[in-house]
């Protein structure tokens, strides 16, 4: 029997979800997350490579005049990704949450001037002008709180990421290692360097590149919550910036400011693995209602 | 790092002097190029032999600025990846480009190429728009305007940075 009562459940609107997009949207074109900010000065302190510090102290220029004049971080404003987490004791009110989140992104393209990147076909490819539709994912969670995280990412670096069904000769940690390291060194110079790196493994084909994009969701502070993934983190982030590619891929040891790896079961046959490259320009965003 | 100060138009004098890993600080016209503008200028110059605006000794920049809010010059204007140009660079350099700026390394083809006809790669530092739009003087868009942020935009830029990337067969990506 389904049972109509409302009176357990909170009340969220639609527009105040909307409203909070807009505004998450309009902070990460702007400004670098705190924790970016961070890596970047400490990596131009440890750079040694001459070219690879004055880009460096580029960066640091660029994320200082865009918050202060306001003025988009990088012209490829980005695609926007929203992963939306309900909680099962909420009820959504006042329209359709899809619509929210497309109204937010149209919203934010007009009114902070950025750019239109998203074509409404793969093969005619027309521009749609405001940016919509985002890639939407909705999952559900205990509690009455509604979290949105909001992604703003760039058309190169995720032109060089990867999805890939893997022989079961790779679930050893040195060769998925050596795997991993192949393909970021054949990609990460164009994906404007130093990276994020995000990585899915196991799940299926589909769902280990979310399992990738949701790796770029954390902070540089976090940890994984395995310690054998987190060490594995570790050695991964070290090896990428001994291969010397760099800032821009000009040289030095600032290849990568962060690995993430989002790991989850697989079938006994498979192994799904996804490497989601991000730019320096990791523009991300948790908001929660 | 060395650093040089050089002028648009590009001259055989001046591509003879720069050397790879130079810091270039580049002033003068710059015309922005992107996926959708390529196209039409390729189709453009082997319909008509010339585009619509001045290449000779010029230098295209592979970049679509984001829109400009009122009272600012552009918006945000990094270099985007040169690597999606390649297969329209020869025809460019044939029609008079010297120089090219973007971002990311070009095959050894573009490098022999761009030694063939004596021109220069260079890289500005990619997504850092912002810091770039400060060397911005003037914007005009000259052609496709209907392509928005794809079209052709006539850049006078004033000590804009750039690395040279690529010259006299040599290059920083290898």
Known sequence: MVNSSKENLRKVSVKVIENAIYEGIVNITHKLPEDIKKALKDSYSTETDSTGKYIINQLIKNYEIAAKERVPLCQDTGSITIFIEIGQDVYLSDGYILSAVNKAVSWATADKYLRCSVVDDPITRKNNNDNTPAVIYTEYARGDRVKLYIMAKGGGSENASTSAMLPLKYADKDKLKEYIISWVKQNAAKSCPPLVVGIGLGGTFDYVSVLAKKALLRKIDSRNKSSFYNKFEKELLADINKLNIGPMGLGGKTTALAVYIEQHPTHITSLPIAINLDCHSHRVIKIVI | ?174
């Open chain 2, 1 to 174: 790092m060395k650093e040089v100060a050089i002028k648009t138009p590009l001259t055989d004098n001046i591509i003879h002097n720069l050397n790879i890993k130079e810091l270039a600080k580049i002033t003068g016209v710059v015309y922005t190029l992107r996926d959708a503008s390529a196209v039409k200028l390729k189709e453009e110059l082997s319909r008509k032999k010339k585009a619509g605006f001045n290449l000779d000794k010029g230098v295209i920049y592979f970049c679509g600025p984001s829109p400009t809010q009122k009272g600012k010059i552009i918006g945000s204007c990094g270099p985007t990846t040169s690597k999606r140009f390649e297969d329209y660079m020869e025809i460019l350099m044939k029609a008079g480009v010297k120089g090219f700026i973007g971002k990311g390394p070009v095959s050894d083809t573009v490098v022999n190429m761009l030694k063939k006809h004596n021109g220069v790669y260079f890289v500005a530092t990619g997504g850092a728009g912002a810091y770039l739009s400060t060397f911005v003087r003037s914007k005009e868009i000259i052609a496709y305007k209907d392509l928005g942020p794809e079209a052709v935009h006539k850049l006078e830029v004033k000590d804009f940075p750039t690395i040279v990337a690529s010259a006299k067969g040599k290059t920083l990506f290898s």
